[in-house]
């Protein structure tokens, strides 16, 4: 099972720009999806971005046009660039793996603050 380890959260004001980077400890090329997830205190899990192991994306609606996901198979990375970020984003952000085989890993999570 590979290890995730998030990386490039903290306290921005509305409107900044943020980039999250989950970093794992094995190949992820093989990978069937990779993901960010956020959770608000008070609220579920939601899925925010993921990309598929042909290269397509899909995002929350509220996200859309805002953040792009990316990843790097070379470096074993995996990447959210967060632009005109709003108070309502503001959550803890875990990173999300899938492997072919059915095993899902999640790293600890980075807190993400939008200040208003």
């Known amino acids: 099972q590979v290890q995730l380890v998030e990386s490039g959260g903290g306290l921005v004001q509305d409107g900044g720009s943020l980039r999250l980077s989950c970093a794992a400890s094995?190949?992820?090329?093989?990978?069937?999806?990779m993901g960010w997830y956020r959770q608000a205190p008070g609220k579920q899990r939601e899925l925010v971005a993921i990309?598929?192991?042909?290269?397509?994306?899909n995002y929350r609606n509220s996200v859309k046009g805002r953040f792009t996901i990316s990843r790097d198979n070379a470096k074993n990375t995996l990447d959210l660039q967060m632009n005109s970020l709003k108070p309502e984003d503001t959550a803890v952000y875990y990173c999300?793996?899938?492997?072919?085989?059915?095993?899902?890993?999640w790293g600890p999570g980075t807190q993400v603050t939008v200040s208003s």
């Open positions: 990309i598929i192991s042909d290269g397509s994306t």
């Open positions: 094995g190949s992820i090329r093989n990978m069937r999806s």
């Open positions: 999300n793996s899938l492997s072919h085989i059915g095993v899902v890993s």
